[in-house]
T-cell receptor
């Protein structure tokens, strides 16, 4: 069983819509959760980190964490064509020493 | 200037050759990581280091070795490259421990092709 699971997509949404990206993880002891954005051929860059159950908002982005369900999601409001990228979910192990990444969800925002 | 740099950015080599990928950072972070990324498999951890004397194997360390020459430098070596080591390699750094300081910052990547 993979540590971190994501739907690979592709996910397509029209410009201005809400994009919803989902991730599940297997280790109940995980404490830190991250969403990274990766443009083709580029390195991952952090969008959001979340450590507690509930929602965390930063601009157009909202991360949601439910540790009981072992589920973390990312909502992108007012999606823009520049949001078109692959979104990687990452989860730390319980010690915080290692990080496990999902395979990523490809998002396309259609103008 | 970039906080995390990797050299070379692209490398083509032949089976059996020894290859070294280098990573340098100016972020002052203690923790450094090497990942490889393959289509459909995501990012997988090869090795990680918490300081010069603390090096640990990750998920896929076989066929690789590392050296932490200084706090700012972490090198990855392929002693005898094989074609299935063809991948995009990323170096990353992070600040200490769990909580809000464990964000990872990635270098630009090295695209390695083993023929």
């Amino acid at each position: 069983q993979k540590e971190v699971e994501q739907n690979s997509g592709p996910l397509s949404v029209p410009e201005g819509a809400i994009a919803s990206l989902n991730c599940t993880y297997s280790d109940r002891g995980s404490q830190s959760f991250f969403w990274y954005r990766q443009y083709s051929g580029k390195s991952p860059e952090l969008i959001m980190s979340i450590y507690s159950n509930g929602d965390k908002e930063d601009g157009r982005f909202t991360a949601q964490l439910n540790k009981a369900s072992q589920y973390v999601s990312l909502l992108i409001r007012d999606s823009q064509p520049s949001d078109s990228a692959t979104y990687l979910c990452a989860v730390s192990d319980p010690t915080g020493n290692q990080f496990y990444f999902g395979t990523g969800t490809s998002l396309t925002v259609i103008p | 200037d970039a906080d995390v740099t990797q050299t070379p950015r692209n490398r083509i080599t032949k089976t059996g050759k020894r290859i070294m990928l280098e990573c340098s950072q100016t972020k002052g972070h203690d923790r450094m990581y090497w990942y490889r990324q393959d289509p459909g498999l995501g990012l997988r951890l090869i090795y990680y280091s918490f300081d010069v004397k603390d090096i640990n194997k990750g998920e896929i360390s076989d066929g690789y070795s590392v050296s932490r020459q200084a706090q700012a430098k972490f090198s990855l070596s392929l002693e005898s490259a094989i074609p299935n080591q063809t991948a995009l390699y990323f170096c990353a750094t992070s600040d200490w421990g769990t909580g809000s300081t464990d964000t990872q910052y990635f270098g630009p990547g090295t695209r390695l092709t083993v023929l």
